[in-house]
Nanobody, 122 residues
Framework: QVQLVESGGGLVQAGGSLRLSCAASGRTFSTMGWFRQAPGKEREFVAAITWIGGTTYYTDSVKGRFTISRDNAKKTLYLQMTNLKPEDTAVYYC?????????????????WGQGTQVTVSS
């Protein structure tokens, strides 16, 4: 059974940092990513990484501030977030895909975690 378990969310002041983790179990994946959803908004792509080659993808609003990485041995995905802004406030979801195409689309992901809240105060 596939499980994705996120951790690391919390409350932080603007300019602060957080690191999210996502522990995967049950199988291996080709791509893993982070999405977020703010109240009243659609779920949006944040970042993704291919599991073998480590190719990374970011949405423009987080480039230079967020870093996605993975530990293959631990089957764990990370999202290091720095210089956080109030507009980064959302529930962050870990997702896993068996494919490597169109990684920015939520529909390409087969499995999802339960989400972790990130709140950035101004």
């Amino acid at each position: 059974q596939v499980q994705l378990v996120e951790s690391g969310g919390g409350l932080v002041q603007a300019g602060g940092s957080l690191r999210l983790s996502c522990a995967a179990s049950g199988r291996t994946f080709s791509t893993m990513g982070w999405f977020r959803q703010a109240p009243g908004k659609e779920r949006e792509f944040v970042a993704a990484i291919t599991w073998i080659g480590g190719t990374t993808y970011y949405t423009d609003s987080v480039k230079g501030r967020f870093t996605i990485s993975r530990d293959n041995a631990k089957k764990t995905l990370y999202l290091q977030m720095t210089n956080l802004k109030p507009e980064d406030t959302a529930v962050y979801y870990c997702a896993a895909s068996t494919g490597i195409n169109n990684v920015k689309s939520p529909s390409r992901y087969n499995y999802w975690g339960q989400g972790t809240q990130v709140t950035v105060s101004s």
